[in-house]
C-alpha cells in the first residue's frame, strides 16, 4: 500500500499562489494513478485534479480548471499542486490520495483510494 503526505499550505492573499506537495512512501508511487481533493468547513470532500501514472496526462474539476496545475515526479515520489489566483472559496484542507485506477479518483470512490495523509490547510484571507 502507498502512504502520502502533504504539505506546503499556509495562509495567501486573494489572487496569491501556493505550490502543495505529496510525498509518497511503501508502494512504488509510478504504479498509482493519484489526484488532489479538498474538504472546507462544512462540505463534502470534492475531487481537484488528478494526473495518470505516468504524469502525462492530467484532469480537473471545472472550479479549479485555469488555475490549479497538478504534476508529479515519479523518481522522487512526489506530486504537487500548484495553485494560483486562488480565492477565498479555496480555503479548506488539502488531500492526496492515490488509486489503481484514474476513475476511482475522478469520481472520488473511496472505497479505492488509498494512502491519505492528514492533509494541509489552505486559507485565502485578506
Known amino acids: 500500500q502507498v502512504h502520502l503526505m502533504e504539505s506546503g499550505g499556509g495562509l495567501v492573499q486573494p489572487g496569491g499562489s501556493l505550490r502543495l506537495s505529496c510525498a509518497a512512501s511503501?508502494?512504488?508511487?509510478?504504479?498509482?494513478?493519484a489526484g488532489w481533493f479538498r474538504q472546507a468547513p462544512g462540505k463534502e470532500r470534492e475531487f481537484l485534479a488528478a494526473?495518470?501514472?505516468?504524469?502525462?496526462?492530467?484532469y480537473y474539476a471545472d472550479s479549479v480548471k485555469g488555475r490549479f496545475t497538478v504534476a508529479r515526479d515519479n523518481a522522487m515520489n512526489m506530486m504537487y499542486l500548484q495553485m494560483n489566483s486562488l480565492k477565498p472559496e479555496d480555503t479548506a484542507v488539502y488531500y492526496c490520495?492515490?488509486?489503481?485506477?484514474?476513475?476511482?479518483?475522478?469520481?472520488?470512490?473511496?472505497?479505492?483510494?488509498?494512502?491519505w495523509g492528514q492533509g494541509t490547510l489552505v486559507t485565502v484571507s485578506s
Open positions: 494526473t495518470i501514472r505516468s504524469g502525462s496526462s492530467t
Open positions: 511503501g508502494r512504488t508511487f509510478s504504479t498509482y494513478a
Open positions: 490520495a492515490a488509486a489503481e485506477k484514474l476513475h476511482s479518483i475522478v469520481v472520488l470512490d473511496e472505497a479505492n483510494l488509498e494512502g
